[in-house]
């Protein structure tokens, strides 16, 4: 049976390959193979998926290499995009500190304003205090000599009486005549001069009146200035307070905690932004004194934010390009292990790129961690932890301290990873939180 397929095939194939036959020649004998019709098929099918497969693989060959051209280009094109951006976020953020300090600057020449004008305003209180003493003091006077001229002319006309009841007429003898011309002459001289003294008086009185109503006017002038000036710097100070507050609440952070603990490591007092208290007749603080201490107050929480600031990782780990290739939360494992929580961001960019701390603190490790490979992890305050894995070269030792901007490592490939890459986390009390919440919020506010 199969004797007659074999041979219905080679008849069939032998229109197209004739029976060849190879002679094999030695010194003593000839021999030669023979070739049938299906042999040589078999051959000719064999080099032609031969040739074809090798013509396949070299487009495919050619078209990966086109492909990866233009991949290049892309990404050569997304990271000019980028550092553009970076470089108007780093343009916008130095335009915003430049404005909080000419805001600073304002504030303080405001309030230099505000204590020249309280100290003017005690010192024209005390003068028209001084004159309403003295004006009290006159007409107490002017009383008393109205009082006395009254009592003279009261006597005078007692002793004329006398006299007319003892002699029968007002007239004495030449000595009584001259002593009382002499009496009445100088009541009339006492008379004349209270008069006067009393009409300048008055005038005195009036002008103090006056010169008070008029202090009392820029009294008023001062109050309503002193009003817009608060109101202005209250405004300021909310303004700046609303985004450094809003900063730190989508961090995750409690600004009223995060505050305490400022203050208690940075508890020092005294300079001439000392809040207003009580004086010492144990009279209680006027209106102003009250907004100003509020605006003191305000300042107060606005730096103990920006020490915060400076101590939270509000930065990115990398500043030449890069791009995002796994945000934070739960995705399929690269290595097929199932869906799991991704702890962390991950950068992509060149190998050897460096990497910088994000906030200031001090190294608790550094070297090789299972699967995070070359790892570092920093302590920075308020219980934040930041971890930079898969490192090529770690740059930095356990205990050391550093600051935000220090160069750490450089970027690799090391440990449970699939290229290269930065695995960057932001701990609190030992719980991932996703780190692009600190970047975006530092970007919102700076």
């Known amino acids: 049976m199969l004797k007659r397929l074999s041979y219905r095939i080679n008849t069939g194939l032998g229109r197209y390959f004739p029976e060849q036959r190879l002679f094999l020649k030695s010194d003593t004998d000839t021999r030669f193979i023979r070739l049938q019709p299906l042999t040589q098929a ?22 990966d290499s086109i492909s990866a051209g233009s991949g290049r280009d892309q990404a050569l ?171 730190f609440r989508s961090a995750g952070m409690s600004p009223d905690d995060l505050l305490r ?20 007749k144990g009279e209680p603080l006027s209106n102003d004194e009250i907004r100003a201490n509020a605006i003191l107050q305000g300042l107060d929480h606005m730096n103990l934010y920006r020490l915060a600031a400076s101590k939270s990782p509000f930065a990115t780990p990398l500043k030449s390009g890069f791009r995002f290739t796994s945000p934070f939360g739960y995705r399929n494992d690269p290595k097929g292990a199932g869906r799991r929580l991704h702890a962390g961001t991950d950068f992509a960019a060149p190998y050897g790129t460096p990497i910088y701390a994000t906030a200031d603190g001090v190294v608790t490790h550094a070297g090789w961690a299972s699967g995070y490979g070359r790892l570092v992890k920093i302590k920075h305050e308020f ?27 450089d970027m690799g490939n090391s440990g449970r990873s699939t290229g290269t890459h930065l695995h960057y986390e932001v701990r609190i009390g030992g719980k991932p939180v996703n780190p692009m919440t600190f970047i975006k919020a530092a970007t919102d506010v700076f």
């Not at 051959?43 to 050619?62: F, H, K, P, R, Y």
């Not at 603990?261 to 010492?280: D, K």
Request: net charge neutral; hydrophobic share 40%.
């Open 42 to 63: 078999v051959a000719v099918t064999g080099a032609a998926l031969c040739l074809g497969w090798t013509i396949l693989a070299t487009s495919i060959l050619l078209m």
């Open 261 to 280: 603990t400022v203050r208690r490591g940075y508890s020092g007092q005294g300079g001439p932004l000392t809040p207003f208290t009580l004086s010492t």
């Open 77 to 247: 094109r997304q990271q000019s995009l980028y550092e553009a951006r970076l470089n108007a976020l780093s343009a916008d953020r130095d335009l915003r500190a430049v404005e909080a300090m000419r805001a600073q600057e304002r504030f303080n020449l405001a309030l230099k304003e505000v204590s020249d004008m309280q100290a003017r305003l005690l010192a024209s209180e005390d003068g028209r205090r001084e004159m309403e003493t003295g004006v009290e003091v006159i007409q107490n006077t002017l009383r008393r000599t109205i009082k006395e001229r009254d009592a003279a002319r009261t006597e005078n006309a007692t002793l004329t009486a006398s006299l007319q009841e003892q002699t029968g007429s007002t007239r004495t003898g030449e000595g009584r005549i001259r002593d009382a011309a002499a009496t009445v002459e100088a009541l009339a001289a006492a008379l004349s001069g209270t008069s006067e003294q009393r009409d300048s008086i008055a005038l005195v009185a009036m002008a103090a009146r006056e010169e008070t109503e008029e202090i009392a006017a820029q009294k008023r002038a001062l109050e309503v200035k002193n009003d817009m000036i608060f109101n202005r710097l209250e405004e300021a100070v909310a303004l700046s307070m609303e985004p450094l507050d809003k900063m």
């Open 383 to 409: 219980g934040i932890e930041t971890r930079y894995a898969h490192q090529s070269n770690i740059r930095v030792k356990v205990g050391q301290r550093v600051s935000r901007g220090d160069r750490i490592g």
